[in-house]
Each structure stands twice: as C-alpha cells, then as structure tokens.
C-alpha cells in the first residue's frame, strides 16, 4: 500500500472506524444461506479495500452472491434490517461508492457472476454485472471475434461503467458503453428480479442506463457487440515540455486542435483522440482511427498539424485488435484475475464537460489554464481532455429519451486527477480556472469520474440538470420509496 500523507491518513481513520453492527442483518443473510463476509472475517479486509485508497469505508456486510436469489435476498434482509445497499461490479468508484459511500452498508460484490455467453446468431452477449473491461473484450473476442466500446483500463468493472457513460476511443464511432446496453436482469429495492428492455419494463430501463446504482442491482448485462476491425490505426504526437514554456504555442496549439476537430472535412466519426498532460514535462495528443496508416497519414495527419508546434516525436501504427487493446492498457495483458484484483490508487479527480454549442474554449480560458499549470504543483497530477463531439461523433446522436444520460452535446471532457493529495485544493483550482475564466458557458461533469466533494445538489445538476433529475426522482420514488439503494449522491438524497 502505497505512504498515505497526513491529510490522506484523517480521511481514512474517519471512514476505517468500525461498521454499525446489524444482528437482524447478519441472521437474515445467514438463515437464507447467502455468501457473505464480515467484519472480522479473513476475507473482509481485502474485500472492502477499494480503488482509490483515499477514500476507505467498512461496510456492514459483503455480500459474494453466486445466483440471482442470493442477491434478492441480500436485498431483502438489508431492506428490513434498514441497511443501505449499494452494488460493487470492479470497485473503480472514484469516490469509493461501491463501498457504500460511508461506513455500515450492506454491498453486493458481483465478483463471483463472471459468465460471458456470445449468441452468435443475434452477436448480442450476456455478461455478469461482475466482469471486468479486460475479460470481455477478450471473451467476445475469443467467442466470436466481436468488440464492444468502452474504457482503456482492463480491471474497471461492467457495472458503473456501463450504466453512468463508458467512453473510449471506439466511442465515436461506436458510441458509448451505455449505448451498447439491449437488456438487463435487475433485482430491485423490492427483492424482485425483473428483465428491463426498451419494451418491456421500460421506464425502469431508461433510468439504469444513467443512475442504476439508485434503483437496483443489474446481475447481467445484454450488449451489442460490433465484428472487430481486421486493423485499426494508432497515433501519437508528442511535444515533451516544449507547450509549456511558452504561452502563445500552447494556446494557439489547442485552439487548431480545436478547430480541427471541428472540421468535417477532414474528422469524421472513424477518428477519435485525446490529450494528455502531466506537469510540465508533457503534452502528448494520442488517439485511434479507423483506417489505414496510410489514409490517415495521407489525409489527416497533415492538416492536424499544419497549425500546430512542431511535434518533438510523431507515431502512426497500424494494429490488429486485441494488441491495440493492449497497447492502450498501458499492461502486457488486457486479462484480468476473477479473484484477487489487487490494483489501488490513492487520489483526487474531477471532471469538466465542455458544450460544444459555445465553440469550445476560449484563447483567454487556454492561456489562464497555462497560467495555473505552468507554476510548479504540489503534488503529481495528469490532466486529460477527450474529444467526444465533432463530426460523426456517435456519442452525441442520441439525447436524454434514449437512456438517462446527460452528457450528449459536450466537445471536450476533461479529467484532472491528483496523486497522493496532499490537499484538494489544487485539483479544484484546475477546474476552477477554466469554469471561471468562461462565464458565458455551462460546464457540466461526467458521471464515471465521479466527485464526492460536491453536495448531491450540486451533483445532481452537475450531472443530469434539473429536468433530467426531476424524472429521475420521480422514479426513484415509485421503484425505492425506502431508499435501500443509496450513496451521498444518489436520486432522492437532498
């Protein structure tokens, strides 16, 4: 476990203090036979560790359930215990939701529900709500030399990332992880375990694919798979430390980025890209383009630089899938443990959604946020930003109707992720400047970059807006009046 500064150290002995004992709890779950571990139990501590070990919670009881009738029932007794609940799929919550959010919940760990079963007539795949990125897209690959859009990182799991967005490279031509989503089985607050399609149960469906941690417990997913690209092209530019020594090269860089990205001539939805930055030692541009090397060395790459600072280093190679996939995962594998994931962080993150209606970002926005960054950080920090909008964007042709998913219009998504905080005030100072230096504009955040400093009012504006939650809330109150699915943001909590 990695050294944890002081102010890292007060927030865990706040969340490591004992969980609320529940005998009513504990004597339903065993009388019912449900697997579960315990405060005590060998198993517990490695259980309840989560992602990002800044943020550590001790729940009640975990729940390790084998069929759906486990799960039903672990939702029953936690209902009439008055335990909240909440559902681990990998356990990536950056604010370490899946752990309850605070000490004494009840979570439902789906790890052991693994199954990946192809339909090779229909391609559509079903898949435990405990799957990890990594194993799907090497099981459907395996299976039927399939592919599904979502994220880089193998050990994330289904759960989170599939019902609040799910955005990848493939995610502009593809669309989001969400929007691969045809069905899901589904024990609600009640106990019941129902089937939720666009035709049936409807209602109930619309609002797991945005908010599914407030309204159940999703034990299988039913996605659409695409036939996996023969060959698929990755680039990079890179520029080192060279943007952030000079303001007016930097600025005037991303704004051609911008633009170009804006230009249907030549971005369409087969390309997709992003920028990262870390300190002031680099600035990389890295994306995927569906094609060949030579088509985008031909047609897109010239125009991408043309106003541009000349690139220190220029990548573009052609990959067949599965090592694309593992290119991208930074790993020599993209397989992950059933059991046993032990992969942690200790870390602060915010997002940022920038609308694509006002253009983007400013020159006066690029050259404050150069002003903040180019001074020396107190700790290790990246900033990423996305391109979900332009031209063709999958990502962006559906709206609110389709799923309860807000962010559908954004051209940029920034992540600004901190290391070892030794404060959160440098991280919110990123956000800070940007959303202040542009007034005019409303940013919005992204639900899988979850951020446990707002209110949940702020959050629910933040990422839904007042129209979007208010049918949220509405449904909230017919499917768990009681509130059994809970976390600091969930729909209902005021």
Known sequence: MKFLSTFTAGLLAAGHAAAAPSKAADACLKGKKVPASYPGDAAYDELAEPFNLRLQYKPAAIVLPETNTHVQDAVICASQSGL??????????YASFSTGGKNGSLIIDLQPLQNIELDKTTNIVKVGGGVRLGNLAQGVWDQGERAISHGTCPGVGIGGHFTH??????????????????????????????????????????????AAESFGIVTNFYLRTQAAPEVITYFQLQWGDTLFKNKKA??????????????ASVVDNRISYGIYLDGNATYNLGGTFFGTSAEFNSTILPELRRGTAPPTHITVQEYAWIPYLILMSDKTD?????????????????????PEADGGLTATTLNNFW??????????????INLYGGPGSAINTKDTKFAAYNDRDSLWVFQNYGTNPTSLDYINGINDVIIKSQPQTHFGAYLNYVDPSYSAKEAHELYYGEELYSKLATLKKKYDPKQVFWMPQAIGVN
């Open 334 to 354: 993209i397989k992950e443990p059933l059991t046993g994931y032990d992969d942690h962080d200790t870390f602060f993150a915010k997002s940022i959604t920038v």
């Open 371 to 384: 002003d903040y960054i180019s001074k020396p950080a107190p700790y290790s920090y990246f900033v990423i």
């Open 84 to 93: 909240k609940v909440q559902a681990k799929s990998g356990g990536h919550s």
């Open 165 to 210: 967005g799910g955005y990848g490279h493939t995610s502009r031509n593809w669309g989001i992880a969400l929007d691969h989503i045809v069905g899901l089985d589904v024990v609600t607050a009640d106990g019941k375990l129902l089937h939720a399609t666009a035709t049936e149960n409807k209602e109930l469906f619309w609002a797991l694919r945005g």
């Open 250 to 263: 930097f600025t005037d860089t991303f704004l051609h980025i911008q633009t170009f990205s804006q230009n």
